[in-house]
């Protein structure tokens, strides 16, 4: 996703400042372009001055662009967002010996406190489960593992697929429903050999936790993205939002996206990010724990856009393992701004929920 400045009086975008992977998009009379609804002049950007930073973190890369108020220097922007990422890692990172979720998977079968920062995300993402009848679920790192998406790696090129028993076997020891919680005790049971996983969930979780840090430093105004969620606050100093291109499958039947992330997250949950193919078959990254397999729907796309990052990212993958007809319904019911694309027969097709369509500027494109 890239960060599209447009010009002055005008929501239409022309050269970008990247931001992620994404091409710059140029000036495109085709561009469909999402505005959330403002009320009231938007309160001006503590200073003129917008630094641009980034690094490395939970095996992918951060970016942002903020504006600090004067006297708070890129040496303490930089080391508040290096601070709040460190936290996250050293919290919820699995490929982190040391971390807590690690020292939780690897632990006896027993009844272990836990920090409140872990008591939080967990009983968040328990929660977001019960609501989605298990489209999230923290408790699936036994089959992420053995699918290959986990700290061991990817599976053997001569055993790419796990055979019926070994699916079982981590099945046994997976399922939200299967998880106790003690919140007097903010204590999580472990029933031994279950392993938690928050990839669904922990980038978007990061997300929030640095905007809320530079908001309290007075960094009122910014644009954070990890590994392609983003969060913008604000405005810039020509008043003008932090403007986005949604990231967009190839061969998808939706024109180039670009969104105003005022005061809004946006993530994307793709089965092209991480995969692999095994006789002609895609085999991508989320899982469904329902079947114990990566998800199998033809849901090449899922984009969500939510005030939180950590609810955009857990939704994302909700609805990539809802599938095609049950997603859509589902965020329809709860009134999410979401896109979706599936391949079919007759190619990529395009739905969105009423609230994400809401979003299309008047001039913008608007599919039947």
Known sequence: MSDIPPSRGSRAAPPTVNIGDAAPLGDRADNRVLVPAIEGAPPRPPSDLIRSLGGQTMGTTWSARVIAPPGVGEAEIRSAIEEELATVVGLFSPWEPSSEISRFNTAPAGVWAVSQPFWDLLDAAMTLGDEANGAVDPTLGALVDLWGFGPPGPRSALLPVPAEDEIAAAAAVSGWQKLRLNGDARAVMQMGGMRLDFSGIAKGHAVDRVSDRLMAMGATSHLIEIGGELKGRGVKPDAQPWWVEIERVEGSPAPHTVAALFDLAVATSGDYRRAFRHEGRLYPHTIDGSTGRPVSNNLSSVTVLHPSAMMADAYATALT???????????????????????TERGPVERMSSAFAALLDDDGDRPG
């Not at 809802?322 to 694309?341: I, K, Q, R, S, T």
């Open 321 to 343: 393992v809802m599938g095609p007809f049950d997603g859509p319904d589902y965020a329809e019911a709860v009134g999410l701004m979401a896109h979706f694309v599936e391949r």
